[in-house]
DNA sequence: CTAAATGCAAAGCATTTGCAAATAT
DNA sequence: ATATTTGCAAATGCTTTGCATTTAG
């Protein structure tokens, strides 16, 4: 599926500046506001802050993107995809996608607290191999 | 070790309103930068909203208290224990902490990113019995 | 053609800062 | 006695809103 038609499978019109903002984060992966503001500057000069705002705004509600919130840096956006974790790099503030086996921990979760889980949200922080390199 | 002695050990003047502030962390567990003023606002009716932030931000430095950065909720704050992880409770925001034996969750996180981890944040987030019952 | 989206400017909140007065040690 | 902390008010910064214009379908 392209990225016109994942707008408009929810509904959205597919306006240049949209499929930027969706192109950039699949390529990219997981941006904070700002990073994906100054991209999307290069090719709409004009576009403007809250274009970016109204847009994040509504592919959260309409479920396609998630918001990630990191403990050391300001909040990242993704694409939504397979449920996966998070290992971020304190140092240049990188982060990677992993998928874990967590269906054990989960269901101790279950049992332990007697809540009905929906989702979660796993965090890792760290130095990456590159920044280690470079001490 | 009393609240006196916790703020002394990290130099900060015992002050009533920053014992005020430990000691209702330590019954409540999380609370928000809202709830802690207005709880705080009781016993102290003239007490100044940058009073909580300059405390609670000079806490996070010392590094005896935590911000936990929650999905579908203000962020909330604890006082550091042992490393544990929360559930969230998205109906009525109860946040409930829970002992998970992650060791090996985190070294197959460490083998395969290659990542020095440092720490982690895991937050579970469902629905909690008190509200699954009052449906 | 019409409803939705953009871009600008203004408004709204949350958080921080500067400073004089008060306070812990 | 002194450096720190408090509380107020102002400032900052991030995010949202309103509205006229433009644009996708």
Same mark, same amino acid.
């Given at each position: 599926?392209?990225?016109?038609? =994942?707008?408009?499978?929810?509904?959205?019109?597919?306006?240049?500046?949209?499929?930027?903002?969706?192109?950039?984060?699949?390529?990219?992966?997981?941006?904070?506001?700002?990073?994906?503001?100054?991209?999307?500057?290069?090719?709409?000069?004009?576009?403007?802050?809250?274009?970016?705002?109204?847009?994040?705004?509504?592919?959260?509600?309409?479920?396609?993107?998630?918001?990630?919130?990191?403990?050391?840096?300001?909040?990242?956006?993704?694409?939504?995809?397979?449920?996966?974790?998070?290992?971020?790099?304190?140092?240049?503030?990188?982060?990677?996608?992993?998928?874990?086996?967590?269906?054990?921990?989960?269901?101790?979760?279950?049992?332990?607290?007697?809540?009905?889980?929906?989702?979660?949200?796993?965090?890792?922080?760290?130095?990456?191999?590159?920044?280690?390199? =470079?001490?």
């Amino acid at each position: 599926m392209d990225n016109t038609a =994942l707008l408009q499978k929810y509904s959205l019109k597919a306006t240049p500046q949209r499929l930027e903002i969706v192109n950039v984060l699949s390529t990219h992966g997981h941006m904070n506001v700002n990073e994906l503001y100054s991209t999307l500057l290069i090719k709409f000069p004009s576009i403007s802050l809250a274009t970016i705002y109204k847009n994040i705004n509504i592919m959260l509600e309409k479920g396609f993107l998630l918001e990630v919130k990191l403990s050391e840096q300001k909040n990242v956006f993704e694409l939504v995809k397979d449920n996966h974790s998070h290992v971020a790099c304190m140092k240049c503030s990188d982060v990677i996608d992993i998928d874990l086996n967590i269906e054990s921990i989960v269901n101790e979760v279950k049992k332990r607290s007697n809540y009905k889980l929906e989702s979660n949200s796993l965090i890792f922080n760290g130095v990456c191999p590159r920044c280690s390199a =470079l001490k």
